[in-house]
């Protein structure tokens, strides 16, 4: 029953003989409160109107209260003369509310990075391609002071510059040749005086448990962990490209260094292996089963979901192809160890092996392992003439994957890929090589696109989205976003190259601990 805010106010203010002679229960008001109702209804129809109204007029997000319309958002970009690019609706209120002040220091290192972070929701480490490209130093080139670095003016001190072992560690110098007597790498800084003592030099990462501050140690040493936003080292110019992958030593380049996505399991979490049995139609949201579902009776159904294995019982009846017995949305999927003995129905899912059904209907979904449809049906016409054969579209499935009934869907054939996708994979760093190795269920970044895959499956969604189990999450959509709006904010001739970094979804090392031995890239 709707209790109004206003009513209860007004029946709160009358005197207290009048609450008193009303006939209301713990449970519902009385006669004079009902009454009070009716009037409050009114009211508060009126109030959450001018709410929402005086919400509607600010763009940002505010830390408590409503916030302005979705649908508001590019009518306020447009009279800021601002370009949307962010998937996101927070992105979105972001690039509005900050249209006026990213455009006054357009062009600048910090409006870059606070745009980068803005608009894919996430945290970036910048690095200019110029401090990374080695340069030759000549003879009487004046060097730049420690302090004008934003380091500490203890290196420009003359005795201290007097010992040759430290004068090669001051960051102005052009070195290039690695010096193996100490490494570099980022170092956490504590809270107080530490951080205000290195004011200059100290940066922040956002981790889910809270901030972390750092710096940069040694400058002129051997990198701790190459490739990562820890590498300062200098190299020769790379003319290729920009990518993820190589053309990021230039003196017209932008590294932006991002985390790698967890997806539905969350770094420093444990999860624990369990098995469920489903005697029953089952419905589960936001669930992270690492281990077996076995369904013996009814329909289970996925929303969101994490499962490591599917399979249904011996016993179980076919139903045929007319009523589903297993549903999945936005779900990550393991493999099934048998037969689904009916109709599948999946939209925005990834299955990570193979996969065997009776009968399917998928869209936007990605199958890595084989596909196997062994129900015998050509095409099946429901009550209403609608055709309900076997379908998928807008997919990636393995090559020459057969599915019985699909000829009657000849559109789905152009919108489908076999391109293969590329996950994200785990990097170990074992008696002096490296190696990768898939990352398994239950580890952070499973099942989450790598860079590296075709766009066909990046940008191959219905909608534009990439397809699999993090479509709603938009991790693609967010990268191009990126990448896009820099256009805007870039110097003339500056090209961004957005670079997965397994470091950032880390803490930087203290001064007590050593380098890692393993990671995931």
């Known amino acids: 029953m709707f209790h109004p805010k206003i009513g209860d106010q007004l029946f709160q203010l009358l005197p207290e003989v009048y609450r ?11 006669d004079l409160g009902r009454y009070l109702d009716a009037c409050g209804e009114l009211l508060d129809s009126i109030y959450y109107t001018l709410d929402q109204r005086l919400a509607d007029s600010f763009p940002d997000v505010p830390e408590k209260g409503l916030t302005c319309q979705t649908w508001l958002l590019p009518y306020m970009a447009q009279l800021l003369d601002a370009r949307l690019t962010s998937p996101d609706a927070d992105g979105k209120r972001t690039e509005v509310a900050n249209a006026i002040l990213w455009r006054q220091s357009k062009g600048t290192f910090p409006c870059i990075e606070k745009v980068a972070e803005a608009v894919g929701r996430l945290d970036i480490e910048p690095q200019e391609g110029w401090k990374r490209v080695a340069t030759t130093a000549r003879i009487g080139m004046p060097l730049l002071r420690s302090e004008a670095l934003g380091i500490p003016e203890d290196f420009d001190n003359p005795s201290y510059m007097a010992h040759p072992n430290f004068a090669s560690r001051h960051p102005g110098l052009p070195s290039v040749t690695i010096d193996f007597r100490r490494p570099s790498h980022a170092i956490q800084v504590g809270e107080g005086k530490e951080i205000a003592n290195r004011e200059a030099v100290t940066k922040e990462t956002k981790l889910k448990v809270k901030d972390i501050f750092w710096y940069q140690c040694h400058t002129h040493v051997y990198p701790c962990y190459p ?15 920009p990518s993820w992958k190589h053309g990021h030593y230039h003196p017209k380049r932008l590294l932006l260094y991002e985390p790698i996505p967890a997806g539905f399991f969350e770094f420093g979490e444990i ?5 469920m049995v489903i005697t029953e139609s089952t419905t589960l949201e936001n669930a992270v089963i690492k281990g077996k579902i076995t369904v013996k009776n009814g329909t289970l159904t996925l929303k969101r979901c994490a499962v490591r294995e599917i399979e249904y019982s011996s016993n179980w009846q076919n139903k045929g ?5 297993f549903i999945a949305e936005d779900s990550l999927i393991g493999s099934t ?9 999946m939209e925005y899912c990834t299955v990570l092996d193979n996969f065997d059904c009776n009968y399917i209907r998928a869209s936007d979904c990605i199958f890595k392992g084989e596909l196997n449809v062994s129900g015998k049906i050509l095409a099946i016409i429901d009550e209403k003439g609608i055709n309900r054969s076997n379908c998928v579209r807008f997919s990636r499935i393995p090559q020459d ?8 869907h000849p559109e789905s054939f152009d919108t489908n890929t076999h391109e293969p996708p590329m996950f994200y994979k785990t990097m170990e760093f074992e008696n002096n090589a490296t190696s990768y190795h898939p990352i398994a269920f239950g580890d952070p970044g499973c099942g989450v696109l790598h860079p590296s895959t075709p766009d066909s499956i990046r940008f191959g969604a219905e909608d534009g989205g990439e397809m699999g189990a993090y479509h709603y999450k938009q991790y693609c959509l967010r990268e191009a976003a990126i990448l896009d709006k820099l256009k805007d904010f870039l110097p003339v001739g500056i090209e961004a190259a957005l670079i997965p970094d397994h470091r950032l979804n880390e803490k930087p090392l203290s001064c007590e601990d050593k380098p890692g031995t393993e990671s995931t890239e």
Do not use: C, H, Q, W
């Open 227 to 241: 490739g990562t936003y820890e590498d300062v080292s200098r190299r020769t110019v790379d003319v290729r490209t």
């Open 271 to 275: 999860y624990p292996a369990k098995n």
């Open 20 to 30: 008193t002679r009303d006939n209301s229960t713990e449970d519902a008001p009385g």
């Open 321 to 325: 192809a007319k009523e589903p017995i």
């Open 337 to 345: 160890t048998a037969n689904i003995p009916g109709l599948v129905l």
């Open 401 to 408: 994957t057969f599915i019985p009934g699909m000829d009657v």
